[in-house]
């Protein structure tokens, strides 16, 4: 009779392991984008995919229809992409509330500063309307503590500031989607 080695035991409970994590390590998150407008949310616009890497979450972006130019891209508390009221005026997808900041450093700071984690690179949006890119969040390690939240895309382009104003020079919401 034939006995396993001590080794051969090592190898089955390791490929055993691997073969268990493997789907946790390989699962993606898929967003769906969709405009957003003072009554919801309308057209889809695509899609962004994050998968983890050691470098950071990583944001494929499959969009269409948006604005050419560069848009201020983040990560904000809630999955909710309805509109709310502030002020009296109806502002759109800001159900999604404000940048996702775990450490309340309540602060934007850029994807590699040390300010609210929800901020994430800017995309840049082709003259045809589209964004296809690849963006980096180095600071965001697990992607599952993106779930329950939103992305948001914002109308204008994003310096990473407070300044000039509490959106960064960032603008109105253009597009949301929940992370799920």
């Known amino acids: 009779m034939h006995h396993p080695t001590r080794t051969t035991l090592t190898l089955l409970a390791m490929a055993i392991a691997i073969t268990i994590a493997w789907p946790a390590m390989a699962a993606n998150i898929t967003v769906t984008m ?4 003072q009554a919801g949310t309308s057209d889809t ?8 890497s050691d470098a950071g979450a990583i944001f494929q972006l499959d969009l269409h229809g948006l ?3 560069p848009h201020g891209f983040e990560v904000h508390e809630n999955d909710n ?3 709310t009221f502030i002020n009296g ?5 800001g159900a999604a ?3 996702f900041d775990p450490d309340l450093t ?4 850029g994807p590699t500063g040390d300010g609210d984690l929800g901020d994430l690179p800017v995309m840049d949006v082709a003259a045809n309307g589209t964004a296809t890119q690849t963006l980096t969040a180095p600071r965001i390690k697990d992607i599952n503590v993106l779930k329950k939240h939103g992305l948001i895309i914002h109308t204008g382009g994003d310096n990473y500031s407070d300044s000039p104003n509490l959106n960064g020079g960032q603008g109105g919401r253009l597009a949301c989607g929940g992370v799920e």
């Open 81 to 83: 992409c309805g509109p």
């Open 97 to 99: 509330g404000a940048p």
């Open 67 to 69: 604005p050419p130019g």
């Open 106 to 109: 309540g602060k934007h700071a």
């Open 89 to 93: 005026i109806r502002i759109p997808g």
């Open 45 to 52: 616009l695509g899609t962004v995919t994050i998968t983890a």
């Open 34 to 37: 969709r405009k957003v407008t």
